[in-house]
T-cell receptor, first 113, second 114 residues
Framework: GNSVTQMEGPVTLSEEAFLTINCTYT??????LFWYVQYPGEGLQLLLK?????DKGSNKGFEATYRKETTSFHLEKGSVQVSDSAVYFC????????????FGQGTILTVHP | EPEVTQTPSHQVTQMGQEVILRCVPI?????FYWYRQILGQKVEFLVSFYNNEISEKSEIFDDQFSVERPDGSNFTLKIRSTKLEDSAMYFC????????????FGSGTQLSVL
């Protein structure tokens, strides 16, 4: 079956540091890949997505590239801000299962001034 | 931006009791979902719902669970006889018929079964 593995967390960075959160996946077929973010007290929000190999999703300075050869979708940001502190979830959906997302375990990011 | 609303934010119940978790999806959305996250574990898909019927359900979604859209605006998850292991954060989500993969999630209901 489908599965998503995220790097172990939590991650603590200083403001303006470079961020990488690793995500690898196992899936049959050609899944779409997502990063969702959850800010304190809020629901999960779609941060970015990629629907086919070599696509790059980007939003709010975050980027992730769909790498089929390494089955990865790592999240990066060149310069994090305190406001980026949140929980980040990598996820995939595959085939005809509309809205059935398979999530990674989530990575807590804390950014200090 | 429109949002999915879930009530209550916290619910405490005794084992064996029935609970109903409530959600108000975004008004023009047609697909509805429930997910849950047990503390320390991954967010897991429970069920999807479209056109007043279940589209897909996971193996977790057994006969103790049911979903309903009773009045065209609410979407509910009922657990008939709660168990300790049902303690989790339950997330409701909705999506449009097109761009269905962009799910909008509520902030969750933390269910504690004692």
């Amino acid at each position: 079956g489908n599965s998503v593995t995220q790097m172990e967390g939590p991650v603590t960075l200083s403001e303006e540091a470079f961020l990488t959160i690793n995500c690898t996946y196992t899936a049959t077929g050609y899944p779409s890949l997502f990063w969702y973010v959850q800010y304190p007290g809020e629901g999960l929000q779609l941060l970015l997505k990629a629907t086919k190999a070599d696509d790059k999703g980007s939003n709010k300075g975050f980027e992730a590239t769909y790498r089929k050869e390494t089955t990865s979708f790592h999240l990066e940001k060149g310069s994090v801000q305190v406001s980026d502190s949140a929980v980040y979830f990598c996820a995939l959906s595959g085939g005809t299962s509309y809205g059935k997302l398979t999530f990674g375990q989530g990575t807590i990011l804390t950014v200090h001034p | 931006e429109p949002e999915v609303t879930q009530t209550p934010s916290h619910q405490v119940t005794q084992m064996g009791q029935e609970v109903i978790l409530r959600c108000v999806p975004i008004s023009n959305h047609l697909y509805f979902y429930w997910y849950r996250q047990i503390l320390g574990q991954k967010v897991e898909f429970l069920v999807s719902f479209y056109n007043n019927e279940i589209s897909e359900k996971s193996e977790i979604f057994d006969d103790q669970f049911s979903v309903e859209r009773p009045d065209g605006s609410n979407f509910t998850l009922k657990i008939r006889s709660t168990k300790l292991e049902d303690s989790a954060m339950y997330f409701c989500a909705s999506s449009e018929i097109t761009g269905y993969e962009k799910l909008f999630f509520g902030s969750g209901t933390q269910l504690s079964v004692l």
